[in-house]
DNA sequence: GCGCAATTATGCGTGCGCGCATGTTTGTGC
DNA sequence: GCACAAACATGCGCGCACGCATAATTGCGC
């Protein structure tokens, strides 16, 4: 069942964007994220370095994107599958909480370097915003009238309090900066205080789901 | 009663961010943002270019930064300064629309170029960030318990809130993009669309603030 | 006033983002 | 198949943002 037929191009365009994105990866956990060029990243995939910046508007994304890629449709279609017997607030969070477990499950020592490094946290942070537009069809379906302005606020103040949570989460973490040149060293990132701190935030704005749903207040 | 003294340093700080930002808009005003160079701005303002890069992150910045300078803390002492027997979310909505209505009005024809000119747009959409500290406070202080984390989501929520209201609102005036090169040209903003697209986007939030006071629900 | 510490301004060098022009590949109608 | 259009890759060039090292300026204690 996969999804119709991507088309020869678009399936060539996601392999070049890949390589790139593992190839930033794989140079930045080497020799740190300081020690890479874009030629390096551009080279390692077999693209010219202009082609790079085809695809990721700086260093940073193409790392980042390693960790965020497909994320943002995660949670979006785990939203709109998800039965409609339950509060939409709920649903979102639990969404928003799984793919951020999930992801710092499958890249944790990507997941630490993001935190520890400023430009990386930055463009992680910045990314957030990526959520917004899917997530916010997804909701304007499960609203009544499909309201897509209310959908579209609820969905931007969603990505914002994944920001507020994340920030609080990184600042714990970021003790002690690296030295601008230095590879990754291990270090335990507390994935579970993340999915409390989203869950606590993302609480917030539960009444602003309920009101939009119809739900009376309480 | 000025507040207590910014001291002699601080002033002359001021000073220079100021001059930079004016010599920016004055002479995107002018010739059209994209004959700007960065050397021009600092000659204008008479400091080096290397120092322009000191408080400007980018030229666009220091345009926007014309019409949004202080906003932020306008926002937050209207929050802080309103009496208490009001709804905490119609204190912020009628404080954020104020700002805004009453910026649009004194830089009208800026307001114009940075509403046609791509980077400009998303240089002031990103600038909404600038209010979440401030008014995070701001809300602290009102809210039970003093609930930091809370204030911080909704905050940034706010912020969130504002953005989308502004896209709203700006992509049905960017009708046709002017050439790359070319002053401004006269163009009638919509200012009270603005406010009201304000006040629904901010409408969505407004049971979450109710929640957070410990009103509505019950 | 006077000198010392902290802050700020400046110069220089490097890597980068992106517009533009051009060659190359992919998809489409016949 | 074939030609034609659209999308994509690449090379080149220009400003630009920013780190680092250094000089100038400011503030403060005495």
């Known amino acids: 069942m996969t ?6 191009r678009e399936r060539k365009k996601q392999a070049t964007r890949q390589a790139l994105s593992d190839a930033a990866v794989r140079l930045a956990l080497e020799r740190g994220p300081d020690q890479v060029r874009v030629d390096d990243i551009a080279e390692a995939a077999g693209v010219s370095p202009r082609t790079y910046n085809n ?7 193409a790392i980042v994107s390693a960790v965020l890629a497909g994320r943002e449709d995660g949670i979006a279609t785990a939203v709109a599958a998800h039965p409609s017997d339950h509060r939409l607030a709920d649903v979102v969070t639990e969404a928003v909480v799984e793919q951020f477990t999930d992801a710092s499950d499958q890249h944790p020592q990507l997941m630490v370097m993001i935190t520890t490094r400023a430009p990386l946290r930055e463009a992680f942070l910045e990314s957030t915003i990526d959520v917004e537009s899917p997530l916010s069809a997804a ?6 009238d499909r309201a897509a302005d209310t959908a579209r606020v609820l969905a931007s103040s969603v990505a914002a309090a994944v920001r507020v949570a994340l920030e609080g989460w990184i600042r714990p973490v970021a003790g002690e900066e690296p030295a601008r040149g230095a590879a990754v060293s291990s270090l335990v990132v507390p994935v579970g205080a993340l999915a409390d701190r989203l869950r606590a935030a993302l609480s917030v704005l539960a009444p602003a789901f309920d009101a939009a749903e119809g739900i009376g207040p309480r």
Do not use: C, N, Q
């Not at 999804?3 to 020869?8: D, M, S």
């Not at 695809?55 to 994304?61: G, I, L, V």
């Open 139 to 144: 909701l304007a379906a499960r609203l009544p």
């Open 55 to 61: 695809y990721f508007r700086s260093r940073e994304h």
């Open 3 to 8: 999804t119709a037929r991507p088309g020869l």
